[in-house]
């Protein structure tokens, strides 16, 4: 144990359990060094500037924050940082869109403790894996396994369904493009750009564009 590498690492959630959660575990496993605890994109921006980091805990559901442009923004600006996303989302497309963004493994929160610290080592040794325990929705967790728990809004699942197009309409109207000038910028048809705002305001449940522009403050998208 003297001998194995220290690992510094940056815990990234707005949830006060999940964070307690790392405390208690890393406690246990001096070789892992909790440096810092970010509850947002703008928080864990900073510390990075501060903090000598090797590894990244990142919840995917953070408020005020694009999680695919911090992801992207994380690959270029921190390449050496392992980042192990670590949600209760675990639909297919949302896991296989971050892990081409850049994310080195994907776990979730019904880990259990030793596969949390697995991961670590994995990750560290260059692999890039999408861990069991997201495939493990209906397997009930024994209490014995500490599993880390958290409840979360379902904003998020409807977001991960928008398309790359999708997403950029959100953006312009939100920033007061109209269908006409949004078709121009994106050198689509104004129909098409109709029909994607269709399509994205019944993905995300949403009736009126006030609600469309919320949901893109709160998801951080403008």
């Known amino acids: 144990m003297e001998n194995q590498e220290k690992h510094k690492i940056i815990i990234t959630d707005n949830n006060p359990i999940v964070i307690e959660g790392f405390i208690s575990l890393f406690k246990q ?3 892992n060094e909790i ?3 970010a509850h947002d994109g703008e928080d864990l921006r900073m510390l990075l500037k501060k903090a000598s980091v090797d590894t990244l805990f990142l919840d995917l559901n953070l408020p005020s924050t694009n ?3 911090l992801i992207k923004d994380l690959v270029v600006e921190h390449g050496d940082v392992k980042i192990i996303a670590f949600s209760n989302y675990t639909m297919p497309k949302l896991v296989q869109d971050v892990m081409e963004f850049g994310v ?4 979730s929160k019904t880990a259990s403790l030793n596969e949390i610290l697995d991961t670590i080592d994995r990750v560290h040794k260059d692999e890039r894996f999408i861990s069991v325990s997201v495939y493990q ?3 009930k ?6 599993k880390f728990s958290l409840e979360l809004k379902n904003e998020f699942v409807h977001f991960s369904a928008l398309t790359e197009r999708e997403m950029d ?3 312009l109207l939100s920033r007061g493009y109209t269908n006409k000038e ?3 910028k994106l050198y689509l048809s104004k129909y098409t750009i109709e029909t994607h705002r269709k399509n994205l305001m019944k993905k995300l449940k949403l009736k009126t564009s006030g609600q469309l522009i919320y949901f893109a403050v709160q998801q951080g998208l403008v």
């Open 35 to 37: 440096v810092g605890i």
């Open 137 to 139: 929705k209906d397997i």
């Open 182 to 184: 949004m078709a121009e």
């Open 169 to 171: 309409i959100v953006v």
């Open 104 to 107: 080195h493994a994907y776990l």
């Open 67 to 69: 999680i695919y442009r």
């Open 29 to 31: 496993y001096p070789e």
């Open 141 to 146: 967790p024994r209490p014995e396994d500490n």
